[in-house]
């Protein structure tokens, strides 16, 4: 059984450094921790592997403390109103975040970045940041354990990636920790959390990263961050208030072509600690999940001003690509610049190289129907029938 208080204990030993700052953060774990132990049903194999990312969060967070202290003009960077894409999954949000992540106008966070996303040691690093590797380790074991993510998320150590690898060293967000685990107590608990103190702590992340990766006088101190995560599809009122004057583009596909293969999406992530997957379980859960969260996606959406929010079909971004990014510079007054096309057009070059098609699927394998998806999610059908 996993112990929140010797991850705590040995994330001090692996780091060297035993200060965490303010422990909110620890109420979480230990939550996190007994519903694990409780209601996962890992294999003891399994749940020392999780115990083992565990760690890895918390030697991040002390690693972060570490500089905060010796560095407190970290908390002095100054973020930008970022841009976030919100949306359902499988809408063509993770293509659109790396083309504005590759133009080379947009502060991103790699992989890298935000699966270590504190420094080794205090001070410059000679020859290539030994964090890098670390997270090519784990991408290469994520690819022979749980294929079935990598097939319908590929993940790349130096590409553009979602904030909630950052938000999982919180112990106040879902994306991982529920992903990867049968962890309803937990789930619960997070759900009924104010959800600013999440989004507060992404500020403090945001900054540390900035003042790691591009800080300075150039350009780069002054470019808004490009963020995106499906998993908070419902949060964006909570978001705007941690970060005013936030500008959102909202990527729009039909549920009923979007369900399959984000219940496809769900069982590969728990093909990582779980020996057996349940695929009915995941298309109940995604369906639930989802319904939800747009709900809580349209009451804000009705509140926050038009001008401030851009839609855009998913049809678009596959066959419109650069026109589409070109309407969004537009939309946010930035000027899509040659070098920016350049930018983009090589990265969609690159990506076509190294993609393969993943597997189509249909409803009825995760037991759901078209009656069923359309039903729970009438209302967003409604609001958004002319992106669909």
Not at 152 to 174: Q, V
Not at 228 to 248: H, M, N, Q, R, V
Not at 345 to 361: G, I, V, Y
Request: proline share 5%; net charge negative; charged share 25%.
């Amino acid at each position: 059984m996993l112990s929140a208080d010797a991850l705590l204990d040995d994330a001090r030993i692996a780091s060297g450094l035993d200060d965490y700052g303010p422990m909110d953060f620890a109420e979480g774990l230990r939550v996190l921790v007994k519903s694990i132990n409780e209601e996962s049903g890992l294999t003891a194999a399994n749940a020392a592997r999780y115990g083992e990312e565990l760690l890895r969060l918390l030697v991040n967070r002390l690693r972060m403390r570490r500089d905060i202290v010796r560095h407190p003009e970290i908390l002095n960077e100054q973020i930008l109103p970022p841009v976030f894409i919100t949306s359902l999954p499988r809408t063509g949000s993770t293509k659109l975040h790396r083309m504005l992540g590759a133009s080379g106008d947009f502060n991103s966070m790699k992989f890298w970045q935000a699966y270590q996303f504190a420094r080794i040691e205090d001070g410059p690093v000679s020859g290539p940041d030994p964090r890098i590797a670390e997270a090519e380790h784990f991408l290469a074991g994520l690819k022979q354990r749980a294929p079935g993510y990598l097939e319908y998320h590929p993940m790349f150590a130096d590409e553009t990636e979602e904030e909630h690898i950052l938000l999982d060293a919180g112990f106040n967000s879902l994306y991982q920790h529920a992903a990867f685990l049968n962890v309803p107590s937990y789930i619960g608990w997070v759900m009924a959390l104010d959800r600013s103190v999440m989004f507060d702590e992404l500020r403090r992340m945001l900054q540390y990263l900035q003042w790691q990766h591009y800080r300075g006088s150039g350009i780069e101190s002054k470019r808004r961050w490009i963020l995106k995560t499906p998993g908070l599809l419902g949060t964006e009122g909570a978001l705007a208030e941690a970060f005013p004057g936030t500008d959102f583009i909202v990527t729009h596909r039909h549920p009923a072509k979007i369900m399959p293969t984000t219940a496809a999406l769900f069982c590969g992530t728990l093909e990582m600690y779980n020996t057996t997957v349940d695929k009915q379980m995941a298309g109940n859960v995604m369906l639930g999940n989802f319904g939800y969260t747009v709900q809580r996606h349209l009451e804000w959406r009705a509140t926050y001003p038009a001008h401030k929010v851009r839609d855009v079909r998913f049809d678009d971004i596959v066959n419109r690509d650069v026109d589409v990014l070109a309407g969004l510079y537009d939309f946010l007054g930035m000027p899509f610049t040659d070098t920016s096309r350049a930018n983009v057009e090589a990265w969609l070059k690159r990506d076509a190289a190294r993609r393969d098609q993943s597997q189509p699927r249909q409803l009825a394998e995760f037991g759901l129907d078209d009656a069923t998806v359309n039903n729970t999610f009438a209302a967003y059908i409604g609001r958004y029938h002319d992106f669909l």
